[in-house]
């Protein structure tokens, strides 16, 4: 089977479909969160319906092609994988009624551009400088194709070329292709980090957690209309045809500058191992995989490529002072562990894929945009991706750290500072550069597949 190279993927497969369980409407749920597929390609396309009627007859012929969770492993999938998702303006445009359009939550209808002062996507990556008209409330739809190779992705491409052609006023306002970067034999992303090595694992899917990730989380969670990890589902958008069995994403396209990254590896440190040591310690992994809570002092790459040991540890016992893994770095904040409260509350499911060609070792940064374009699906916006932003990402005194912001992505502009714990003197780097540039981003909603049926039927008999 291909090896699956995208970043930020799922870390477990529906291997054992037998042992799904019936509580789960495999057959409505869009696949996308529920299993990663193994592509070595993809293609985005942000859409614009001109009419309802036009967004309507789109969205009709193109259902029989989005992906379920009950075709996951199955031959039917075995090439592509289509997902259809819609913004708040989409929902209306298609004719969504505005009492339902009113039961949706706050910062879906506002979209994500809006939301710029809750994510702290402020100077380089505010909304005002993002590309592909993400940012319009003329963004209706987002397809987004996984394709097994490139030659298969270029063949959907004509396919859905000409569809949208003959669909009266459906327009591709921007598009973006992503490719895996070689070697292939594992995934990871521009600046060389083994990627896809912790997600949560939903209840009823029947995949075992690794050692260390904890229990499954409750569907709900990430899928309306489950009982999720405070109890029944509560406050469904309306009707319930619409919402059940849908998820929200949160789309980001993130340019990463490798370039400054590896100048700034070089100039903080003298020999090449202390150059991987800073890498590691932005991250909280070498770039292996191996966690530095693990292995603090040197890398362990074989660690770092075995799923049953990468996860298998703690912060608040096993580093509580982050002499190995930083308090500010990376995973660490994206994922505190046991070292903050209501964590299976905050869980969120990663997908999406690297974009641009690779920058070989030793050239300089030749100016070309590369980077991540990636999706973290949940149930709740706010209590899930928008507090992970706002609080782990981009609050200076996350951790009562003073003055950080995530070093990978958070928003850098020169003024913040990395603290390296370390005995007897801690290091502090002063004015951390900004690695990563937010491109564009966007809220979607991807809607079960009777949802979709119910969307492509709005208007009928009017
Ligand atoms: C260019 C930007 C980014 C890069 C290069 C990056 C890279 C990585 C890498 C290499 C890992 C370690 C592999 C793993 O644990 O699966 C990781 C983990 C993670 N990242 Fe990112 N990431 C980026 C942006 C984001 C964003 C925007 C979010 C969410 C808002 C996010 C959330 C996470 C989470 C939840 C983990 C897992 C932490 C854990 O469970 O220990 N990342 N990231």
């Known amino acids: 089977m291909a090896i699956l190279q995208q970043s930020h993927g799922i870390s477990g497969d529906l291997t054992d479909c037998t042992a799904k369980l019936d509580s789960l409407e495999f057959d409505d749920i869009q696949h996308f969160l529920m299993a990663r597929p193994p592509a070595r390609a993809a293609r985005y396309e942000f859409l614009t319906f001109g009419n309802p009627a036009g967004g309507r007859e789109w969205l009709t012929g193109l259902i029989d092609k989005v992906g379920t969770a009950s075709a996951v492993g199955s031959s039917l999938l075995d090439a592509r994988w289509v997902t259809v998702g819609f913004t708040w303006n989409g929902l209306q445009t298609l004719g969504v009624t505005e009492a339902s359009l009113a039961t949706f939550p706050e910062e879906f209808r506002q979209g994500m551009a809006a939301r710029a002062g809750v994510l702290g996507t402020t100077g380089a990556n505010h909304p005002d400088h993002w590309v592909g008209g993400l ?98 589902a509560a406050g469904l958008p309306q009707p319930e045809i619409l919402s059940r069995n849908g998820s929200y994403v949160a789309y980001l396209r993130m340019e990463e500058h490798v370039g400054a990254f590896r100048d700034f590896l070089r100039a903080r440190g003298e020999t090449p191992e202390e150059q991987e040591l800073i890498a ?65 509350r905050r869980k969120m499911i990663r997908r999406g894929g690297t974009y641009g060609p690779p920058l070989p070792e030793g050239v300089p940064d030749d100016g070309i945009e590369r980077g991540i374009a990636a999706f973290v699906g949940c149930a709740s916006l706010v209590r899930q991706f928008e507090f992970a932003m706002n609080v782990w990402a981009n609050d200076p005194n996350f951790h009562e750290l003073g003055n950080e912001h995530d ?23 002063k004015g951390l550069p900004a690695f990563t540039t937010i491109r564009g981003g966007a809220y979607f909603f991807l809607p079960g597949i009777k949802a979709l049926r119910y969307l492509a039927s709005l208007g009928a008999g009017l």
């Open 135 to 232: 940012a319009s409330p003329n963004l209706h739809a987002i397809v987004v194709l996984f394709a097994r190779d490139v030659a298969e992705r270029e063949r959907c491409r004509g396919e859905h070329e000409r569809y949208v052609a003959q669909s009266g006023g459906v327009e591709v306002l921007s598009a973006l292709d992503l490719e895996a970067i070689p070697p292939f034999d594992y995934a990871h992303e521009h600046f060389g980090y083994r990627d896809r090595l912790s997600q949560p694992v939903i209840e009823g899917t029947g995949v075992e957690p690794t050692p260390g990730s904890g229990l499954p989380i409750k569907a709900g969670e990430f899928f309306l209309g489950y009982p999720d990890e405070e109890g029944p």
């Open 280 to 344: 590691a310690k932005l991250m909280g992994r070498w770039r292996s995989g191996a966690p530095l809570v693990l292995t603090p002092d040197r890398d362990d790459p074989k660690l770092g490529a075995d799923s049953q040991r990468s996860n298998d540890f703690n912060y608040a016992k096993m580093d509580p002072h982050g002499y190995g893994c930083p308090l500010g770095a990376h995973i660490r904040r994206m994922n505190p562990r046991d070292t903050a409260v209501n964590m299976n």
């Open 407 to 429: 070093p990978i992505f958070g928003t850098q502009d020169g003024t913040f500072d990395m603290t390296i714990p370390k005995r007897p003197i801690r290091k502090k780097i």
